[in-house]
Structure formats: C-alpha cells, structure tokens
C-alpha cells in the first residue's frame, strides 16, 4: 500500500489541486470538512492546497480557518477573506487568484459533497483528459438526500428548463462539486456576468459553448446538519434572470 501511494505520488508529481471553500457561517463544518479533505488528499498522494474564502462570516469562521491552517501547515490551508460579504460567485473568483495548483475544485464546505468523491473526479479527468470534470445528482448513482419537496423541485426545474432553453448536455447544471483545469476555469469567469448561485450554471453552459470538454462523477449530495443554506428566494429570481439573459443573448 505505502509503496503504491509513493508511486502514485511520483507518476502525478507535477500535478497540484487547489480546492476553493467558500464559507459563510460554517464554523461546525470547516473542521470535519477539512479533516477529511486531508485524509483522502493524503491517501492518493496528490499534492494540493485547500482555500478557505470567508465572507465575513460572524460566527467566526475565519478564526476556526486559522486555527487549522497552524494545525495543518499553512502551505495546506490558505485562508482568505473577504471585504465584505459579496456573492458566492465572487468568492471563488477571489479564491482562485490565490490559487497555486494547475487544477482548480470547487466545492460546498457544509460537507454536502462529500470529499471522499474527489478521487474519482481526478481519475476520471485523466482517463477522458476532460476541461472539466462535473459532479452529478442526476445520473448514474448520483442523488440528493436531504431535501424537501420544495427544495428538490427547485432544483429539479431549474436543470429542467435551462436543459430545454439552452441544451448545454450536462445532466447537472447547477450543482458545484466540480474540477476544472485552472486556465479553463480562468476563461470560464472572464466570461460569466453572474455572481449569484446562478454562477454554476452559467459556467457549464459557457463551457459547452467555448468547446470545453466535460465528463461527469455522479455524486450523493446531502443536506447540511449544521447551520443554514444560504439560498434564499432572491437568488431564485435571480436565477431565472440570469437564465433568460443567457437564453437571450447566447
Ligand atoms: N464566501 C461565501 N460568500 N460563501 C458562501 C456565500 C457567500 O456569499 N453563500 C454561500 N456560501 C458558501 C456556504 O458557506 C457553503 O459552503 C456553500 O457556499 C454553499 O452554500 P449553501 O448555502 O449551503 O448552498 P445550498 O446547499 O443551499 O446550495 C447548494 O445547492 C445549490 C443548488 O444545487 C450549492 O451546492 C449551490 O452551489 C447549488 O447551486
Ligand atoms: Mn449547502
């Protein structure tokens, strides 16, 4: 085992991912999210940093992000924070511009997507040499677990009509568990006008119509115990403006 992890190391040595958490009030999820990022970076053996982009949250997040980077060696965790709070779309773009790896993920610190999944999005990316790699509750043994009726709905339908409005073929569109090739990535915000949780989708469906190559790891998404999303019904307006802009102007 030791040596197949050596070896691993050595074959991929070049490669380094950085994975971007943007955090809002997440001060009981950053530990365990954290804690098993290292775990299963440390069982592949690839190289990695994990970036912790807090919007001024007022639970303390970014004391605990502290904490953890002295505990775990702050070459492995980066925390930054932001002005003020802005937008989840903004702080990713944020989180990359301190991003060292050739590899960018992004991912829910809530411990919704669960890290144990990211194996598989590396393995996948090499075996297709994909631009993208997406996580997704919409095919294969991909599912959602958690929600109400309400919130699956929601889901369910934005995927839906943005499928018949833009035909973007991903199965789905707005979900963010996904890894990107950085350079792709950095195409991807020079072109998104959303910042909201519009974001996601937006990105996908530039990504298909820039060419990009996207393969799919079906992912079990699962609701957050601790704390509160922060989806609210003004981002669901938004998403639907967002939406008809792109319908529009693509
Ligand atoms: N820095 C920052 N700023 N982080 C934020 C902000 C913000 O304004 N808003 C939310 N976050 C962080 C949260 O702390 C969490 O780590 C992650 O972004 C997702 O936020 P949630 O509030 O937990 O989102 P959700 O669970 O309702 O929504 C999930 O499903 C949506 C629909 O499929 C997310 O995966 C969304 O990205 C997704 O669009
Ligand atoms: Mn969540």
Known sequence: MASRKSSAKCKEGADKY????????EREN?????????????????NYEVIVID???PDGTLE???????????????????????????AYIHGMQHATGNYIIIMDADLSHHPKFIPEFIRRQKDGNYDIVSGTRYSGDGGVYGWDLKRK??????N??????????????????RLYRKEVLQKLVEKCVSKGYVFQMEMIVRARQLGY????????????????????????????KGLLTLFATT
């Open 153 to 158: 709905v929601i889901s369910r339908g934005a």
């Open 160 to 177: 839906f009509i943005t499928q018949i409005l833009l035909r973007p073929s991903a199965s789905d569109l707005t979900g963010s568990f």
């Open 213 to 240: 190559s996207i393969g799919e790891v079906p992912i079990s998404f699962v609701d957050r115990v601790y704390g509160e999303s922060k989806l609210g019904g003004n981002e669901i307006v938004s998403f639907v």
């Open 30 to 46: 950053l530990p365990l999210i954290v804690w098993l990022l290292v775990k299963y970076f440390g069982e592949t053996g690839y």
């Open 18 to 25: 950085s994975v971007l958490l943007p955090t809002y009030n």
């Open 64 to 90: 605990i992000a502290e904490q953890l980077q002295k505990i775990y060696g702050s070459d492995k965790i980066v925390s930054k924070q932001t002005s003020k709070l802005l937008s989840i779309g903004t």
């Open 55 to 57: 919007d001024g949250s």
